[in-house]
C-alpha cells in the first residue's frame, strides 16, 4: 500500500492550488529553516510563542522583545512542497477544547477584538457584543458557517497537515514540549505567553461563581479590576455536552494523541 503523508492533499478532484482545504493546512505550518523541521500552529494554542521562536531560530528576530513582528509575518516561513515532503521532524501543539474556546471567548469577545466583529458580521450585526455572554456564544457555534468562520474556534482537526506528525504536544502540558522540542531539533521555545496578554495568568481566576450567562461587558469590568472568571466557571452541564458533541473530532484526536487526563472535563 502506498504511504499518503498529507491529509487534505486528495480531498478534491482538482488543482492542489484550488485545494482550499489542503492550503488552509498548509498556511498554519511553518517552516524551520535550520532543523528541516515543520510546525503547524493552530492558533490559541500557544502559537505566538511557537511562531515566535520559529522568527528568532530562522535568523528573522533577535529577541522576544520583537513578538508583534509575527502578527505580520504568519506566511514567511510558509513552507514549499519539497520542504513539507522531505521535513524530517514535524510537530504540532493541540489543547483541551474546552479551555480553547473559553480562552477565546475571555480574550477576543471580552476585549472585543477584530475577531469579535467579524463574528457579529457574520451575524446579520444581530447581536451586540457587550451583551454577549459565553454561552450564547456556544449556541452560535451550532451554525456550521459560525464554527467555522474564524481559525481561533475552528476545529482543531481542520488544521492538520499531515496524516502522522512525529510529536503531538498539549499546551496543558507545555514544559515537556519545550524540553522535548530542545531534545529533538535544538529548538529554543521562548514563552511569550506574558508579551502577548493574550492569557488570564496576570488576573485573579474567580472560580466560585457561574459566568456562563454573564454579559461580556461585566467580565470587560472584572477583567479591569484584575479579576476574570476562570475557565470552569463559564461552563455549565448543557455547554459541556455541547461542546462535546461540536467539537467531537478534536476531543478524539486530544484523546488519542495527549493525556485525557488533561481535559477541563473528564
Same mark, same amino acid.
Given at each position: 500500500?502506498?504511504?499518503?503523508?498529507?491529509?487534505?492533499?486528495?480531498?478534491?478532484?482538482?488543482?492542489?492550488?484550488? %485545494?482550499?482545504?489542503?492550503?488552509?493546512?498548509?498556511?498554519?505550518?511553518?517552516?524551520?529553516?535550520?532543523? %528541516? +523541521?515543520?510546525?503547524?500552529?493552530?492558533?490559541?494554542?500557544?502559537?505566538?510563542?511557537?511562531?515566535?521562536?520559529?522568527?528568532?531560530?530562522?535568523?528573522?528576530?533577535?529577541?522576544?522583545?520583537?513578538?508583534?513582528?509575527?502578527?505580520?509575518? %504568519?506566511?514567511?516561513?510558509?513552507?514549499?512542497?519539497?520542504?513539507?515532503?522531505?521535513?524530517?521532524? !514535524?510537530?504540532?501543539?493541540?489543547?483541551?477544547?474546552?479551555?480553547?474556546?473559553?480562552?477565546?471567548?475571555?480574550?477576543?469577545?471580552? +476585549? !472585543?477584538?477584530?475577531?469579535?466583529?467579524?463574528?457579529?458580521?457574520?451575524? %446579520?450585526?444581530?447581536?451586540?457584543?457587550?451583551?454577549?455572554?459565553?454561552?450564547?456564544?456556544?449556541?452560535?457555534?451550532?451554525?456550521?458557517?459560525?464554527?467555522?468562520?474564524?481559525?481561533?474556534?475552528?476545529?482543531?482537526?481542520?488544521?492538520?497537515?499531515?496524516?502522522?506528525?512525529?510529536?503531538?504536544?498539549?499546551?496543558?502540558?507545555?514544559? @515537556?514540549?519545550?524540553?522535548?522540542?530542545?531534545?529533538?531539533?535544538?529548538?529554543?521555545?521562548?514563552?511569550?505567553?506574558?508579551?502577548?496578554?493574550?492569557?488570564?495568568? !496576570?488576573?485573579?481566576?474567580?472560580?466560585?461563581? +457561574?459566568?456562563?450567562?454573564?454579559?461580556?461587558?461585566?467580565?470587560?469590568?472584572?477583567?479591569?479590576?484584575? !479579576?476574570?472568571?476562570? @475557565?470552569?466557571?463559564?461552563?455549565?452541564?448543557?455547554?459541556?455536552?455541547?461542546?462535546?458533541?461540536?467539537?467531537?473530532?478534536?476531543?478524539?484526536? @486530544?484523546?488519542?494523541?495527549?493525556?485525557?487526563?488533561?481535559?477541563?472535563?473528564?
Amino acid at each position: 500500500m502506498v504511504f499518503m503523508m498529507f491529509n487534505f492533499s486528495s480531498l478534491v478532484n482538482a488543482p492542489i492550488a484550488n %485545494n482550499a482545504q489542503f492550503q488552509f493546512s498548509v498556511r498554519h505550518s511553518m517552516a524551520l529553516y535550520n532543523h %528541516n +523541521s515543520i510546525y503547524t500552529f493552530i492558533p490559541k494554542n500557544g502559537c505566538s510563542s511557537l511562531r515566535l521562536s520559529v522568527a528568532i531560530a530562522n535568523g528573522f528576530l533577535q529577541s522576544k522583545e520583537q513578538v508583534h513582528w509575527i502578527h505580520q509575518n %504568519n506566511q514567511t516561513f510558509k513552507p514549499s512542497q519539497a520542504e513539507m515532503v522531505n521535513a524530517s521532524y !514535524k510537530f504540532i501543539i493541540l489543547r483541551c477544547p474546552y479551555r480553547r474556546l473559553a480562552s477565546v471567548y475571555l480574550d477576543k469577545f471580552v +476585549s !472585543k477584538e477584530v475577531n469579535a466583529w467579524h463574528y457579529r458580521d457574520a451575524l %446579520n450585526r444581530e447581536c451586540n457584543l457587550d451583551d454577549l455572554s459565553f454561552s450564547d456564544f456556544v449556541h452560535s457555534l451550532k451554525r456550521p458557517a459560525i464554527k467555522q468562520l474564524d481559525p481561533h474556534w475552528k476545529p482543531q482537526s481542520h488544521f492538520l497537515l499531515y496524516k502522522e506528525y512525529d510529536d503531538y504536544f498539549s499546551l496543558e502540558n507545555f514544559s @515537556y514540549a519545550v524540553k522535548q522540542l530542545k531534545d529533538n531539533v535544538g529548538l529554543d521555545v521562548i514563552d511569550a505567553r506574558s508579551l502577548t496578554g493574550h492569557g488570564t495568568d !496576570k488576573y485573579v481566576s474567580i472560580n466560585n461563581e +457561574s459566568f456562563s450567562d454573564t454579559a461580556a461587558f461585566d467580565i470587560a469590568l472584572l477583567k479591569r479590576k484584575g !479579576k476574570c472568571p476562570s @475557565y470552569e466557571s463559564l461552563y455549565n452541564p448543557e455547554l459541556v455536552d455541547l461542546v462535546k458533541k461540536l467539537y467531537s473530532e478534536d476531543f478524539t484526536l @486530544y484523546k488519542s494523541r495527549c493525556d485525557e487526563t488533561d481535559l477541563l472535563f473528564q
